[in-house]
Every structure is written in structure tokens, then in C-alpha cells.
């Protein structure tokens, strides 16, 4: 096993929703997008691919931010509507064995003790292969959808961590020995060992025991993409899987770190938790297609894609961007109820959205080329940032972008031993400390 080697991902930005809809090459995606069939298919490539997981994002409203009303969103089937990932994941799990599959579920509109048996549940379902993206949700229409108020940013990272706590203690209720399963004796699990939690803490209480047997792997995967000061407080905490959104090679370094000296700082192993970087490359067969795919990509930049990303961060910092002055600081915009560190990343491009806009797009880096020229160039990043691999991102979610990664990119990566050339462990917590 190669030091060099890294880890590999691909973020599903529209959640269980109508992927690409109405682009070149989206398919019958309008009809099917609620079927499992898509999904199903890119789940098996990237096993195909070996990579380590598929992930999907989740919110829990239909956008209406950006613009000031809902029409933006459904009229282009963006980010709405959306079903719940979790749902899918079992379907996912069934069609395949290996790769990791992780669904987003926020802290703050489960209670502890519902995820910790549905993760529970999931993670058996797919042969110990479930992740948890621990979301806390930001936009306060969420809140209202559930007929409550949002807690104030730090609060929900608070929150987040009595909530975890709890979701550990009932998965840890039932002992190791319990599940005795000797028939001649008449004993399926041995209620001794299946103890109560009488968890009281400050948000939340618990009586216990878990009603179920502990996840596959104990506890699912732990994913986390917070970005502000108490977002990577709490992933340094929690996370095995850190998303990094930073931009450029010094940014990316910083970020990676800062959450390696705050693991540090608390005891942990910084080799538990691996960082990767959100990545959406230009992948072409040769230098003319690869020339006409990136005139295509500025050009949908500047139009279509700047256009749903700014619907994203719209919707993500509660600010309307759709009547932002381009040249007004965006410092002005600032306010509590929003991810903060969306405006903190933008404003480390640049102090305007004149500046910003240009470069609004899911990755951390600009790479385009072959797939080994896409592959050398990954190479070259690893080294420098000293990272532990890439999440694939961006919205175009086709069949043909599915393939140009799995079966262009990939192979690449495999033939340099970038990646793993083949799975030799089981579970998703395995692969991921594999190396
Ligand atoms: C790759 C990525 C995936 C994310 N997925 C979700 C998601 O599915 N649902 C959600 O509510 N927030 C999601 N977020 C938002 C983060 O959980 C986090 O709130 C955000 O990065 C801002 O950081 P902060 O909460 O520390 O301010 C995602 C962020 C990133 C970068």
C-alpha cells in the first residue's frame, strides 16, 4: 500500500433529486429521478472505480431566498423537490458490497434517539457500509417547516454535541456479549447486558436502552463539512471524513492544519480523520475536447451554473444574491442566521461579488486535462497539501460525467497507484483507515 495513495468521494449537491435536469446528456431524468435505477447505476460505478463513498446532501425546505420566492428553485427542478436520502440508502446498499454510502441528517430536527435507530438500521442494511452527514441546518425556513425556531449558530454546534453523545450512549446500551443467540438454552439476546442510558443533559433526555442491536460498525462513519470557527471545533471533535471547500493550494493546507492541530489538542489521532477536498475537474479526451469543454464550463459558469450556485449560497447565508450590488463589500451582508463560513469563503476571494463570481463553483482547484493529465495533476496537489483525497462535486450529475470519472479518471489514478486497484476490506470505517 502506497503512502501516495488517497482517498476518493462524490458529493450528490442536489441531494436524492432530479439530477442535471434539462442539460445535454440528463436522460429521462425527469421521470425517473424518484426511482432508485440512476442511482443505482452510479453507485456501481463508482464501485466499478473503487472509491470510498457516494454521499448525498439533504436540506428539508424548497428555497425561496434567492430571488425572494420559490419560483427559481422548482421552476428549475434545483435543489426541489427532493426525497429523503435516507431512504435510498438501503437500496443502494443492496445493489452493491463494497463502496460506503452516506445520507445527511440534521441534529437539530431529529431527536437523538430516532437517527441513532435509523443509522442503527442502515448501517445493518448495508453490511456496515452507512455514514452520517451531521449537518446542524442553517436555514431558518427548515425551522419553520418543523414549526420552530432555529437556535443561534454556535448553539446548533452545542446541540450537535450533547446529540452525538446521546446517539453513542444508546448505541453503546446494548453490551458487547449481548446478542447470545443460543437456541438451546432460549436465550436470543441476554437483557442483562441491555442496559438504560438515563441520559439527562441539557437539550435532551433519554431513558433507554437503544431498541435495537448497536450499528454493523459500531458507530456509522461520522462525515462533517462545517467550515466556521465552531463547525471544525465540532468535526475535529467528531468527523473521520472532513469535506474541505477552501480554495487553492495555501487555503486547503490551512484548513487541513488547523483541524489536525485541533485533534491534536484533544487527544486525537489525526490519522482518524481523513480530509478531502471538494473537487470538479474538466476531464476530455484529448487537448481539442479538453479546450471545448472548458469554453463550455466558463461559459455556463458566467450563466446557468453561477446561476444555481448563487441560488446555493442564497440559500446557505439567507441572503438574496439574486439583487446583490456587485460592488457593495460583502461584509455588509453579514448576519447571524446564515452558515457564516459561506461569507467567510467568499470573502477570502475577494471583498466583492464582482470579484467572487467568477470563481463561485463546487472545487477547491481548477484542473482540466486527460484523464492522466487529471490524474498527474491530483498527484501534484496531494503532495503538496499533504491531504487525503477529493470529493468529486459539481452539479452536473450525468451518466457521461459519471463515466468520464469512473471509467476515465479512475482507471488514471489506479494505473499511477493513486487509488485503491481493488477492495480488500469490508466495511466503510475499514477502507477509510486502510491507509
Ligand atoms: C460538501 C458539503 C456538503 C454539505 N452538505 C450539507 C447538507 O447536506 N445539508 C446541510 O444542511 N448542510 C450541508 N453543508 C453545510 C455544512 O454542514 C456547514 O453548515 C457549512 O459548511 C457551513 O459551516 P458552519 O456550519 O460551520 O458555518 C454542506 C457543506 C459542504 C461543504
Known amino acids: 500500500m502506497s503512502s501516495d495513495m488517497f482517498h476518493m468521494g462524490w458529493f450528490m449537491a442536489n441531494g436524492y433529486g432530479a439530477q442535471s435536469w434539462n442539460r445535454t446528456w440528463d436522460g429521462t431524468i425527469a421521470r425517473d429521478w424518484m426511482k432508485p435505477d440512476f442511482f443505482v447505476e452510479m453507485a456501481r ?18 428555497p425561496d431566498t434567492y430571488g425572494g420566492s420559490t419560483e427559481f428553485n422548482l421552476r428549475n427542478g434545483h435543489r426541489a423537490p427532493k426525497n429523503d436520502p435516507a431512504t435510498l440508502i438501503p437500496v443502494l446498499g443492496y445493489t452493491t458490497s463494497k463502496i460506503g454510502l452516506v445520507s445527511t441528517l440534521s441534529t437539530t430536527f431529529y431527536h437523538p434517539f430516532h437517527l441513532a435507530r435509523l443509522a442503527a438500521s442502515l448501517d445493518h442494511l448495508t453490511d456496515g457500509r452507512f455514514g452520517w452527514n451531521i449537518v446542524t441546518t442553517s436555514n431558518p425556513a427548515a425551522a419553520a417547516n418543523y414549526g420552530t425556531e432555529l437556535p443561534a449558530h454556535d448553539d446548533r454546534y452545542d446541540i450537535a454535541d450533547e446529540f452525538v453523545e ?10 458487547p456479549g449481548s446478542v447470545v443467540m443460543d437456541e438451546e438454552a432460549g436465550v436470543f439476546i441476554d437483557h442483562t447486558k441491555v442496559k438504560p442510558v438515563n441520559f439527562e443533559g441539557q437539550y435532551y433526555k433519554s431513558a433507554g436502552p437503544l431498541n435495537t442491536q448497536p450499528p454493523f460498525q459500531g458507530y456509522p462513519v461520522y462525515v462533517q463539512a462545517g467550515g466556521s470557527e465552531r463547525g471544525r471545533q465540532f468535526a475535529a471533535t467528531h468527523a473521520e471524513v472532513i469535506v474541505c471547500m477552501a480554495k487553492g493550494v495555501d487555503a486547503m493546507k490551512a484548513f487541513r492544519d488547523d483541524i489536525h492541530n485541533r485533534m491534536e489538542k484533544m487527544g486525537r489521532d489525526p490519522r482518524c480523520c481523513k480530509v478531502l477536498y471538494l473537487f470538479d475537474p474538466v476531464v476530455g479526451e484529448n ?3 479538453v479546450r471545448a469543454k472548458l469554453e463550455i464550463r466558463d461559459a455556463k459558469r458566467l450563466s446557468v451554473d453561477g446561476e444555481l450556485t448563487l441560488s446555493g449560497y442564497s440559500d446557505t447565508s439567507g441572503i438574496d444574491l439574486s439583487t446583490i450590488d456587485l460592488d457593495e463589500p460583502l461584509e455588509n451582508y453579514r448576519r447571524e442566521d446564515g452558515h457564516l463560513a459561506v461569507l467567510e469563503q467568499l470573502m477570502q476571494v475577494g471583498p466583492t461579488m464582482r470579484d467572487v463570481l467568477p470563481t463561485l463553483d463546487m472545487t477547491t482547484m481548477d484542473v482540466a486535462g486527460t484523464p492522466d493529465q487529471v490524474a498527474g495533476q491530483m498527484e501534484e496537489i496531494m503532495q503538496e497539501v499533504g491531504g487525503d483525497g477529493y470529493l468529486i462535486s459539481g452539479w452536473e450529475i450525468t451518466r457521461r460525467r459519471v463515466a468520464e470519472i469512473a471509467d476515465g479518471l479512475a482507471p488514471a489514478l489506479k494505473r499511477r497507484g493513486l487509488i485503491r486497484d481493488g477492495y480488500t476490506k469490508d466495511t466503510f470505517r475499514e477502507h477509510l483507515l486502510e491507509y
Do not use: G
Open 166 to 175: 446521546l446517539a453513542e450512549r444508546l448505541w453503546d446500551s446494548w453490551e
Open 287 to 289: 487537448e481539442t475536447d
Open 45 to 62: 460505478a463508482l464501485e466499478r472505480a473503487c472509491f470510498d463513498f457516494m454521499m448525498f446532501e439533504d436540506s428539508l425546505i424548497i
